[in-house]
């Protein structure tokens, strides 16, 4: 995206906001920041609505725009493969249209189309990567904007094809054009670059690359350390520099949230696990096995693989025989979703070999006594990986220590596995029908962590009326099909199920936005409920207005409500509403809390929210933040809570006022005449804010904010009381808005506007 793109997307807020269409003005320019710095849950909103919005306002450019970036925030950091590859390919053709070519920004979807192929399958899609990159490649020249990224691709498909001599010639050419062309080259155009170093056996060039990179800004600023670290450390681990590796590898808990270097960082990792700087443990197999399963839903069909042989060989070396077997049978499963499995049957192959040539650790007692050994087991510090293969001689013949087994299976990321041990136990022996319910809990728990959706509805045939519908409650729940859920949680409520039905059966009716109808299903075991089953009754029972189970909640909880009837308005103190923002982010604000679940919104919102001040909302009342330790800190904590529903809008409408800050005195007595008539207002500007001053020129301090009225209130008594506090200050303020709305002095305010740059 150029700079003409930029410009277009400023007028383009501009005009959507003058439309009436705040929110999405908002949001457009914000959409690649979501993108880059990972707010995927708004992305995941806002670019669909804003796309939406643009086709119904036949503006093509803007909905490519925003196709463009909901798109690259899945193929990018979050790497989507397979399931990205038909939307990037519909984005293409989007782009390819007569009303959008022209847009400067679309060779970027051919960058995309490209970057999903490799995310699927980099070197079974290296052909299609070249011919389609090098054809656009063919039409540009060095100063235009995407050249740089599809050059990038370019290299990067050429690593993939196994042409790395190739890949960093190119790159060293597009490099020289681009200086050529008075351009530098991006982070990742040097990093790619670095990685065909690498591939070409030429480690320290590969290293000296990245170095020279380093000063390079990057396309995506947000993930360049942590991308440069993982690569740098995979270089110096390869060149044997152990301890700089490991100095440069960024933690799990940093990479953990980006899947576009789950691979490479694994690789790093199984290069240095024989340091005494990485622990090779029982963790790292977890966590590699649950980014295994994350390629395998989204579709990236070689990283899947290669993450299971990485993971496998560091099974064998920490002496995890039965995972390195099952690791490597998940591999060859694998494998046949690649176009070119080329020396990946050897590898499998090697990994099997080396897990047949491993001896397992010593187990701590005899066979006999192993379930009592698990049980004595420090719960902290045991190793559940050693344990599943401690537990596997009796696992399918003895009950407690199949229970044993097969959940740990399933904690360590294997629940089919643990799902066939159980069924062949239970539901083939047919004594399912009269098994324990936590047996069928635990296989139940299996079957849906492996996604087995089919065999829990074979099993859920064979159980009684309760345990099948329960059952089939918990799959319906898992799968957030909540009509299937409350139906099969209700069937089982009345087939005597127990509170874990109701739990079910309240959740799906919440979500269904049934509350009366959840709060009813556990109000009937009120004295059997948790607290945190009474606070979802009372949250429920708070939307419906059903104030005698709220109090019957509350005293059950123990919190004193004064009123004995009718709807709960008492103040409890300030806390702070978490709502939706219009750019999908979130939006927090002072409330004077009036019930257990209630809250008055005490501060004024801008034009286009869909609350203001005076609503009274719903709000769970789970903290979203600890209270703090420190006493003194505790004092002047206002405690968060998510918003669940406007339960009664106030009907307020919000005014906006800009201009010169006034002295002290004038805005104590400008703050007094809005409390007196009890209209909400508050300062959204800071210290920072300045305004120019009309004569000198100078900068001084400025103020704007919002203030909210009652629906009493006309426009023109707003307009009077604002006209007559502010009329002896030395600065005007500005309203307008306002005064467009009704049409009093408009040209006055707009000629402050102009004065003073607001």
């Known amino acids: 995206m150029d700079v003409d793109i930029w410009a277009w997307v400023g007028e383009t807020q501009q ?30 909103v806002m670019a669909p609505a804003i796309a939406q919005q643009a086709e119904a306002l036949e503006q093509p450019w803007l909905e490519f725009y925003a196709r463009y970036w909901h798109l690259l925030g899945r193929i990018g950091d979050r790497a989507q493969g397979a399931v990205a590859v038909e939307d990037a390919e519909q984005l293409l053709a989007f782009a390819q249209r007569e009303e959008v070519r022209s847009c400067p920004a679309t060779p970027a979807a051919v960058e995309a189309l490209a970057l999903a192929w490799a995310n699927t399958d980099g070197p079974g899609y290296s052909a299609e990567r070249i011919e389609t990159l090098g054809a656009v490649i063919e039409q540009l020249e060095p100063a235009d904007p995407a050249y740089t990224g599809l050059v990038t691709q370019y290299v990067a ?36 670059s670095a990685r065909a170093l690498l591939a070409a056996g030429r480690a320290e060039d590969a290293l000296t690359a990245l170095q020279a990179a380093a000063g390079f800004q990057a396309d995506d600023p947000v993930a360049k350390d942590h991308r440069d670290g993982v690569r740098r450390a995979l270089v110096l681990a390869t060149l044997g520099r152990i301890a700089e590796a490991v100095d440069a590898l960024p933690d799990l808990d940093v990479v953990g949230e980006h899947p576009r270097v789950f691979v490479e960082w694994a690789r790093a990792v199984g290069k240095l696990a024989g340091s005494a700087q990485i622990t090779n443990t029982w963790q790292l197999g977890r966590v590699l096995r649950q980014w295994i399963d994350y390629f395998g839903m989204m579709g990236g069909y070689h990283a899947r693989v290669e993450l299971a042989l990485i993971a496998g060989d560091l099974a064998v070396a920490r002496q995890g025989v039965w995972q390195a077997r099952l690791l490597a049978d998940l591999a060859e499963s694998a494998a046949g979703e690649l176009r070119d499995s080329t020396g990946v049957a050897e590898r499998i192959a090697a990994l099997r070999a080396a897990a047949g040539a491993t001896t397992e650790p010593a187990a701590p007692g005899p066979v006999a006594e192993r379930v009592a050994y698990f049980d004595a087991a420090d719960g902290y510090n045991a190793d559940p990986e050693r344990w599943v293969g401690w537990l596997a001689p009796l696992s399918g013949q003895d009950i407690e220590a199949t229970r044993r087994h097969t959940t740990t299976m399933g904690f360590l990321g294997y629940p089919s596995t643990g799902a066939d041990i159980y069924w062949k136990m239970l539901v083939d022996t047919g004594d399912i029908a009269s098994a324990d319910s936590d047996d069928i809990a635990y296989l139940t728990t299996l079957l849906i962590e492996a996604r087995q959706d089919e065999r829990l509805e074979q099993m859920a045939a064979t159980l009684p009326h309760d345990a099948q519908h329960l059952a089939l409650a918990r799959l319906h729940s898992a799968r957030e099909r909540w009509p299937e859920t409350l139906d099969a949680a209700e069937h089982a409520v009345a087939a ?71 709807p709960i308005e008492e103040e409890m103190g300030l806390i702070r509403v978490i709502l939706p923002a219009p750019d999908g982010g979130q939006r927090q604000v002072l ?4 019930g257990p679940a209630t809250a008055r919104l005490a501060l004024p919102q801008p034009r286009g929210m869909d609350y203001n001040a005076g609503d009274l909302v719903v709000f769970d009342p789970q903290l979203l933040e600890p209270l703090p330790e420190d006493p003194q800190e505790q004092q002047n904590f206002v405690p968060p809570f998510a918003a669940v529903s406007i339960l009664r809008p106030g009907g307020y409408t919000s005014y906006f006022f800009d201009g010169a800050a006034p002295s002290e005195t004038d805005w104590t007595e400008f703050t007094e005449v809005m409390a007196e008539r009890g209209w909400p207002m508050w300062v959204y500007s800071d210290e ?37 506090a502010t009329e002896r200050w030395s600065h005007p303020l500005a309203w307008l808005d306002l005064a467009r709305e009704v049409d009093v002095e408009v040209e006055r305010h707009e000629r402050i506007v102009k004065e003073y740059g607001l």
Do not use: C
């Not at 300045?690 to 006309?714: C, K, L, N, R």
């Not at 008594?717 to 006209?723: F, N, Q």
């Open 688 to 724: 920072n804010y300045q305004v120019t001053h009309p004569t000198s020129g100078e900068q001084i301090p400025g103020v704007f904010g919002w203030v909210a009225v009652p629906p009493d209130v006309s426009p023109v008594e707003v307009d009077a009381l604002l006209d007559d």
């Open 496 to 566: 005597g199920a127990g509170v874990e039905a109701r739990r079910l059966a309240a959740g799906a009716a919440q979500q269904l936005d049934q509350n009366a109808r959840g709060a009813a299903v556990l109000l009937e075991v009120l004295d059997e409920l948790t607290d945190e089953d009474t606070w979802r009754m009372i949250v429920m029972a708070t939307a419906g207005e059903d104030w005698e189970t709220v109090r019957k909640g509350a005293a059950k909880i123990g919190m004193p409500i004064k009123s004995t009837e009718g």
């Open 15 to 44: 005009q959507l906001s003058e439309a009436g269409n705040v929110g999405l003005a908002m949001a457009l320019g914000d959409l690649p920041a979501q993108a880059y710095e990972g707010r995927f849950p708004q992305l995941d």
């Open 157 to 192: 498909a050429l690593v993939d094809a196994g042409r790395e001599g190739e890949a960093v010639t190119y790159a060293e050419s597009a490099v020289e054009r681009l200086g050529a062309a008075g351009r530098q080259a991006s982070w990742e155009l040097g990093a790619e």
């Open 591 to 594: 409330s004077i809390r009036t």
